[in-house]
């Protein structure tokens, strides 16, 4: 798809993405959303529960983060989900619950996160085969590698500190889980707004063919975006971690897919070259609020499956449709 | 249609691990375990058929897992005569509804079906969390019987592939299934109706993954609402692995079919060598990574 100035583009003057409806609709149906979850129960907006939605958020939207620069690329990460349990487990194995280990573990999770980012980029860089049955296949392999390690068990034992770290409460009532969440997004928004590799990874998305031709190094683009996104899946391991203190092997299996949705409702699209990591912050917060509301209203687990299947159909229609009017 | 040198790579695959199993692996090459890998394999092909339709589109379907547990729940509650109704009025209803949407709501089939997807998986666990029923007699024999000492689903999976094989390429459907997925705005031009075309293929995905889920039923015996959960992911491992580029226009229902028998073949192999199900996971990762890195479709001079 080439991207088009938009009409909207040229008004505003300055000529950024920024401004244009389809980065407001987000935040305006989050507010809408709150607004009917504060109709529907007093406690909705407490402070309390808000943090408790961001905190739940957390994994998932730090998951998020990275996969939406390779989907402003045009391709598709399905391993995120594999990465997250892969750095989940090695973390805890490596910990063996001795405080001495937490940052040789921590440290060893992030590598090995970023390096197989960076196998799954070349693999998508190097070869004609679509990253999505590419990714597809790390995926299965590496699910495989988590389960021979632990045995398909529960596994290792956290380092003492580490969960009470990041679920202490800075002021009484501000987890540091959050706050790790939201410094990684601006960081994260930096990274989109003022580098030269955001740049070319909008341009490749929007036109790989022009992007070659103008010389844009795009090989080297698509290995550092899934270098990102291994990194931040496996923060997002650890912040699991933090949350929940255990690690099965397939602790987040089907994390890849509840990842693309929040992309997307954050209104990247697969054809690449538009979206951002604000709107992916935006989509993760629906996402999870959404859950919040089904829990609210009373409905079991199965049926949020169908609210949320209704959710990531009807927001993306919603984006097609504002997207074509403005004729990005 | 011509024969692309990259579509035999399928073929010479099978061949290779056909040879090195039966010499190499014990109680591999005896009547009975080939009977087995019909019977384990016919699910996957049919899901695999019915995918090729999809992604010839230029499309993708990840609903047809969720889809195959919900004719097995389905299949499982209700009385013998009712299940072959219950199981294409599911996979039409299923297919027409993904089909219309892609068409109107112009979204990404990936995240469409993703959203069906999770819709159906919901229903299936609202309808039951945990088996129920039993399948029918006649698709327990289907599943597990023999007809003149061959496997009875083979001559049923054999002639739907037949039919497939013939509707993609020898057809007027087919042949503007293929310039659908190719380019949809040609297409268009071209006079073809692409969003009756885009419909219809997801009708034949749904309609064999209703059949699919019937023999999956005859097999497990028991309505488990998991059932199919995964198996969307498989067809499309077959899919690609028969040499069927995910950017559509263009594939073949024999190569996709014969991939999905490799697939099912590799896990009985490694099941016989008494490999743990979690190194079979990781041996699949490699080999799906390996086929179709060895296997590229060839070169465009745009990409």
Not at chain 1, 166 to 190: E, H, S, T, Y
Not at chain 2, 81 to 108: H, Q, R, W, Y
């Amino acid at each position: 798809m080439i991207q088009q100035p938009s009409q909207n583009d040229l008004l505003v003057g300055h000529g950024r993405r920024r401004l244009r409806v389809a980065d407001w609709a987000i935040w305006l149906v989050l507010l809408c959303l709150l607004g009917v979850g504060s109709l529907l129960s007093d406690s909705m907006l407490r402070p309390a529960n808000l943090v408790n939605i961001m905190r739940q958020a957390a994994p998932l939207g730090i998951a998020a983060l990275g996969v939406t620069f390779v989907m402003i690329l045009g391709e598709v990460d399905l391993a995120v989900g594999a990465v997250i349990s892969v750095s989940a487990v090695l973390a805890t194995s490596l910990m063996q619950g001795s405080s001495a280990n937490l940052f040789p573990a921590v440290a060893t999770s992030l590598v090995v996160s970023t390096v197989i980012g960076g196998l799954n980029g070349s693999l998508v860089a190097f070869s004609r085969v679509s990253s999505f049955i590419l990714t597809l296949g790390t995926a299965i392999f590496l699910y495989g590698c988590t389960q021979i390690l632990t045995g398909g068990m529960a596994h290792g034992t956290v380092s003492p500190g580490f969960r009470e770290f990041f679920n202490l409460r800075l002021g009484g009532w501000l987890p540091v889980l959050v706050i790790a969440f939201l410094l990684l997004a601006l960081v994260a928004l930096v990274i989109q707004r003022t580098s030269v590799f955001a740049r070319q990874v909008y341009l490749i998305g929007a036109n790989r063919r022009t992007a070659r031709l103008s010389g844009l190094p795009i090989e080297r683009t698509i290995v550092i975006a899934y270098m990102l996104s291994g990194f931040f899946a496996g923060v997002a391991g650890l912040a699991l971690v933090a949350r929940s203190g255990v690690s099965g092997s397939l602790a987040a299996s089907g994390y890849e897919f509840d990842v693309l949705a929040a992309v997307i409702l954050g209104g990247t699209s697969f054809q690449g070259g538009r979206g951002g990591v604000d709107g992916t912050v935006g989509g993760v917060l629906i996402l999870t609020l959404a859950f919040n509301l089904v829990n609210i209203i009373g409905l079991n687990y199965h049926s949020q499956l169908i609210v949320k299947g209704l959710i990531i159909i009807i927001a993306s229609a919603a984006y097609q449709r504002i997207g074509a009017q403005q004729g990005g | 249609m011509r024969v692309h040198l990259h579509n035999h790579g399928i073929l010479l695959i099978l061949a290779l691990i056909v040879v090195a199993a039966s010499l190499g692996v014990p109680g591999f090459f005896n009547a009975d375990n080939i009977a087995n890998v019909v019977r384990q394999s016919s699910v996957l092909v049919l899901l695999a058929l019915g995918q090729t339709f999809v992604v010839v589109a230029g499309m993708i379907d990840l609903s047809v897992g969720s889809l195959v547990s919900l004719v097995v729940v389905l299949a499982a509650s209700n009385a013998g005569s009712e299940v072959l109704s219950i199981a294409l009025g599911v996979g039409l209803a299923s297919g027409l509804v993904t089909g219309l949407l892609v068409n109107f709501l112009k979204i990404n089939s990936l995240v469409l079906t993703l959203g069906m997807m999770t819709i159906i998986n919901g229903m299936v666990f609202v309808y039951t969390e945990q088996s129920i029923g039993a399948p029918a007699p006649w698709l327990v024999s289907l599943a597990n019987g023999n007809i003149a000492g061959i496997p009875a689903v083979l001559p049923l999976v054999v002639a739907v592939a037949g039919v497939c094989h013939g509707l993609l390429q020898h057809t007027r459907f087919g042949l503007h299934l293929q310039a659908t997925g190719g380019s949809d705005e040609n297409a268009r031009h071209a006079g073809i109706r692409t969003n009756r075309i885009i419909v219809l293929s997801f009708i034949a995905n749904g309609l064999l993954a209703g059949v699919a889920g019937l023999i999956l039923l005859g097999r497990i015996g028991t309505g488990y609402p998991n059932a199919g959960s995964g198996l969307e992911l498989d067809a499309i491992v077959a899919v690609v692995l028969g040499g069927t580029s995910l950017r559509g226009g263009r594939g073949s229902m024999i190569t996709s079919a014969l991939a999905a028998v490799v697939l099912s073949l590799v896990s009985n192999i490694l099941n016989l060598l008494e490999i743990s199900a979690f190194v079979q996971m990781t041996a699949k990762g490699l080999i799906v990574l390996s086929v179709v890195l060895l296997n590229q479709p060839p070169k465009r001079a745009f990409a």
